[in-house]
């Protein structure tokens, strides 16, 4: 087992639905990793199954060669897992700076995420000089006073990102961080997960159904169809390959994805 993340024939059942049908999913040192397929072919379920929100029915999950598979999201984020979600859970009447203080919060072990706003002292100022250093390399540095309701969706996104980095993480889980942005919005975007991604060294594994923005980040890509891999490989095999194109074909996702 050399990878950083690990997935080992995860299997997610649900009432007579097989969500993830022994998936194998591998995420090396350092690697950005693609997660595409139609809508409903299981990649939000599979998310899931690495971050211990929803147990796997059977199959195993390792980060660093350990078994976290029985771990709870909080002792896997505490081993350095970061994910965001594909309904963005942000307090919107929150500013951006307080949004990415109850990411940083687990650095201080605080209980309830009230503490990280509230916390004393030098711990507090601690605290909000990490979430300014994460809101400047996310490129929030303008916005950090503002509330995050008030913001361009794009930019929201970016919050979303920047909460998951002040946790640290050694590897990042990105649900379709792109969805809804226009064009412009998304090559910005995709320039600066790939440089946070250079400066920090983090893994990355990231679902899209923005084939350029996938292109533009990811060294590989998996792609789910009804709950099972059907292949791998860089972007542009992927995109050529008529497996891929078939399952696309007849789904929503079409027009999205190759549009
Ligand atoms: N909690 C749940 N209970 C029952 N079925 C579920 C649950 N969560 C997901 N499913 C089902 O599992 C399948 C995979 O859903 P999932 O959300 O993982 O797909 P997805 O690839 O993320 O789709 P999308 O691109 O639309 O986000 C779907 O058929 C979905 O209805
Ligand atoms: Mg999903």
Redesign the pocket.
Known sequence: MSGHLVGVEITKR??G?V?NNAVEIEVRPGEVVGLI??????????F?CLTGF?PVTSGRVHLDDRDITELAPAARAELGMARTF?QAKLFGHLTVAENILLGRHRHYRARAWQSAIGLGGRAEREADGAARQVATECGLAPVLDAPVGDLPYGTQRMVEVARALATEPTILLL??PGAGMDSTESAYFGKLIRRIHDERGLSMLI?E?DVALVSAVCDRVYV?DF?SLIMEGTATEVRNDQRVRDAYLGSA?TEDAYA
């Open positions: 649900y009432a639905l969500a397929g139609p809508n409903g072919a299981g990649k939000t379920t599979l899931d929803t594909q649900d379709e679902i159904h789910l709950g996702a």
